[in-house]
């Protein structure tokens, strides 16, 4: 029996991992736990056919994962149980799936070319939405073109987005990835931490007038954020000295109107979002701004419109050719049936190096959950880790514990078909090793083929077990539309496996408690009198780090 806190009186309601499918799975999983895929390739010479998938610009073979045709069925059967599709329509139509805060999540309408009407609360999004993207092209077309100057009449140059969590990843890792499609004079920089070195080191070589800072919060009220904008101004007005000039150089993304007029900003260059817009769900808003500034209005339409096709796919593709459903469900079957604790993401690609950590953010902090939507605890495992680095990188750092570890770790190999650069010589050692590795986790090297190889003994250290699956994710090439698949397919990977693991995927909880605690420990930091409210360890650290300060500047003073 479930681990529950409460349990709930209609079966119906219980989490599919709880219903007979389950066991069923669990049977499965015995019959094929000790099967290595080098067999089952060589009993379906078509793998590659019959487990891979092509959505406009993206093809993912999932033929190396531990699966048959029965497996796939099952887990879909799992996926019905939890009414995945139900839930999905409940999300394209702004339900507000969001139960703990009471909010739709409509990331989708955000990038929603069709311009279907999406309802909230009787009321049509999309003109809203639509007039947003219309406010960012203009001020970025002026700014782009010169037209937009700083108070001594320069263009700007430097663009510092001020933000943090999801509103510095995501724009952040997209403006990495876009590099190509970048404006010949703008630089954007992305300051989050509120360890001082950020700003200082971002500040120290910026020019105050041709500096534009987005403070980009959802809220306008996260302190780190709060703490580096207002440096930012600080700083500005050092230079500038009137601070009639900050209407040209502050800018703020929010959907906060109030926070950002007592900030100083003028609400005309405010550009505003929705609470149906998670943080980490917010790169397609306002908070993309910074990316529209960096490559252009149609540049972000099209990152738009390839996210808007995934949409629609997920809306619309049985689950078997679904290809965010099956990503999902194999995560599932890792997670759920082998006891898989990590999910790897391994982009071959320079300029895709910050999607581990962008998804980091994404999945972990969406689904990272113990406690599921009825507010019961869950007894199976939810959201895994997810951690990489780009490719090749990896392989000369962790990759030998993906190989011969003791942990099964599957993981999403991503390339582009077309290298961005144009050094084909290179690209070509890139996808040679990107297919060398699947293959070799694939394969691995039994002792015999080990001794047959000519490699010297000890032998036993030098066998590969094999049998660790992995994705493989090919894009024709990283374009803003290529992108916007990719960004929408984790999402919508992460909501079915929320849906599955019954958890709210939108809250966020567990960031709470620890801002909480630091609002409370920061002025006792700077106490006359020795801490003694909290346990001894944190009372010893407090009091230790006063003592060494106070010993410091006496020192310096
Ligand atoms: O955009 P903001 O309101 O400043 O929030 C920034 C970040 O704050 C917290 O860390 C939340 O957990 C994140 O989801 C959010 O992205």
Redesign the pocket.
Known sequence: MPITTETPSNADQLPALHQPIHKALQHHYQTLCDVHLRELFAAEPQRFEHFSLQVDDLLLDYSKNRITKETLQLLIQLAETADVAGWRERMFQGEKINNTEQRAVLHTALRNRSNTPVMVDGENVMPAVNAVIEQMSAFAERVRSGTWTGYTGKPIVDVVNV?????DLGPHMVYQALKAYRHPRLQMHYVSNVDGAHIVEKLESLDPETTLFIV???????QE?MTNAHHARHWFLQHAEDDTHIAKHFVAVSTNREAVIGFGIDPDNMFGFWDWV???YSLWSAIGLSIVLAVGADNFTALLGGAHTMDQHFREAPFERNMPVILALLGVWYSNFFGAESQAVLPYDHYLRSLPLYLQ?ADM?SNGKSVDRNGCNVDYATGPIIWGTSGINGQHAFYQLIHQGTRLIPADFIISVTPPTGLHEQHDILMANFLAQTEALMRGRTLEETRDSGVAPPHAPKVFAGNHPSNALLLKALTPHSLGLLIALYEHKIFVQGIIWNLNSYD?WG?ELGKQLAKCIQPELNAAETITTHDASTNGLINYYRQQRAQQEQTQG
Not at 216 to 222: D, L, N, Q, V
């Open positions: 933000g943090i969590g999801g509103s980009a919060s959802k809220t306008f009220t996260t954020t998670g943080g980490r953010q902090e966020q960031v």
